[in-house]
């Protein structure tokens, strides 16, 4: 009986080493590039802001309006994404 559940824990503890090292292998660790080589735009910035009355949430593209102090939502816009430069050919 020990020695099954020996084996048992040793079959499973292969496996797992040999799954994480074939994902490890696979895995691709070098980072997007733009057409033109430069690494891609990181994640946007967010940011929090407030006037006394109301707190300002700047969350990707969007930007919500929270009444003080109860911190309900007043009003959500969403910025428009700038548009790529053009690239020429």
Do not use: N, W
Not at 3 to 18: D, Y
């Amino acid at each position: 009986m020990k020695t099954t559940k020996s084996v048992s824990m040793l079959v499973v503890l292969t496996v797992l080493l040999f799954g994480s090292t074939l994902v490890l292998a696979d895995s691709d660790t070098t980072l997007p590039a733009t057409p033109d080589g430069r690494p891609m735009p990181g994640p946007g910035l967010s940011g929090i802001c407030t006037d006394g009355l109301h707190l300002y949430v700047l969350a990707g593209p969007m930007v919500y309006q929270y009444s003080l102090p109860d911190l309900t939502l007043s009003k959500s816009l969403e910025i428009p994404r700038p548009q790529p430069p053009a690239t020429q050919e």
